[in-house]
């Protein structure tokens, strides 16, 4: 079982920043593919960025140039790292786990992760 620990979401104005973090429980962080997807009122859960085993990364278009992964295994920690922020960002972000990856695997759809985080609310005002 792998618990999932999302902080730093909140309140901003657009243009600005925010640091989302990623606390997972257990000793194989380090063997598990990461990903963030967000899902906004209305709309179903979307890929925004992932990470793998190795650290190579895959961004949702829409975040490309603003939006950074990363990955700390000896905190069993994921970073996502939003600048220049946007209204349309605003979301309920889902961290996730595939504890199942291959080295070099990025998943994207939401059915590649096998356990969730509670999410946490990012809003972007205009």
């Known amino acids: 079982q792998v618990q999932l620990v999302e902080s730093g979401g909140g309140l901003v104005q657009a243009g600005g920043s925010l640091r989302l973090s990623c606390a997972a429980s257990?000793?194989?962080?380090?063997?598990?593919?990461m990903g963030w997807f967000r899902q906004a009122p209305g709309k179903e859960r979307e890929f925004v960025i992932a990470i793998s085993r190795r650290s190579s990364t895959y961004y949702a278009d829409s975040v490309k140039g603003r939006f950074t992964i990363s990955r700390d295994n000896a905190k069993n920690t994921v970073y996502l790292q939003m600048n220049s922020l946007k209204p349309e960002d605003t979301a309920v972000y889902y961290c996730a786990a595939d504890t199942s990856a291959s080295w070099g695997f990025i998943g994207r759809r939401p059915d590649e992760y096998d356990y969730w985080g509670q999410g946490t609310q990012v809003t972007v005002s205009s």
């Open positions: 257990g000793r194989t962080f380090s063997s598990y593919g």
